[in-house]
């Protein structure tokens, strides 16, 4: 249509238009869902991908020495400003990939999963390939943790994983984002 054509009487009446868009929908309606009812549907758990985002953890060497060296690279990458690391000096005996001493890492390393829009930056920005995500979502990772008459998830503390709680998180199977990701 030209910018200063006049409108026919059916093309201002949108009913062509209107019975386009009907025949569209019904056309829709018999074909297979692609929705499922995340999470309790047990197929969107087994259907994801190794790529998935869910919650993060903290890798360790086989010295069982935290990866990070307090760089501060991914709380920068980070859009929801969700992760808080204050560094101090490491101890003796650390050291890089490369041998060197290491100079600091994360005395304090916290992530807020309800600020968390699990989106990987921080796995993208990490150099030492310290931080990655496992497979399982926040629920499913309070089910699995969560002792006999304990109710995780109750508040708001039981949100925000501080280092240990991150560490810990290493002995979870699943994979999923992370920078050597398959």
């Not at 490491?90 to 990939?97: I, L, R, V």
């Not at 968390?116 to 921080?122: E, Q, T, V």
Request: some cysteine; hydrophobic content about 35%; glycine content about 4%.
């Amino acid at each position: 249509m030209k910018v200063n054509e006049e409108m026919s009487f059916w093309d201002r009446l949108y009913i062509p238009a209107m019975i386009k868009g009907m025949f569209t929908t019904l056309k829709h309606i018999p074909k297979k869902k692609l929705t499922y009812q995340y999470p309790e549907d047990s197929r969107s758990v087994d259907e994801r991908n190794d790529r998935y985002r869910g919650i993060h953890k903290l890798t360790v060497t086989e010295k069982d020495e935290i990866k990070c060296v307090a760089c501060f690279l991914c709380a920068t990458a980070c859009p929801a400003d969700c992760i808080t690391i204050q560094a101090a000096p490491a101890p003796d005996g650390w050291q890089t990939k490369e041998g060197y001493q290491r100079e600091k890492y994360p005395d304090v390393f916290e992530i807020n999963m309800l600020r968390c829009i699990f989106c990987g930056y921080c796995i993208e920005a990490c150099p030492e390939d310290a931080i990655r995500m496992t497979g399982l979502t926040l629920p499913q990772y309070f089910r699995e943790r969560q002792k006999e008459g304990e109710s995780l998830g109750s508040s708001r503390s039981d949100f925000i994983f501080d280092r240990d709680m991150l560490v810990a998180n290493n002995d979870i199977p699943q994979e999923g984002l992370s920078v050597e990701a398959k």
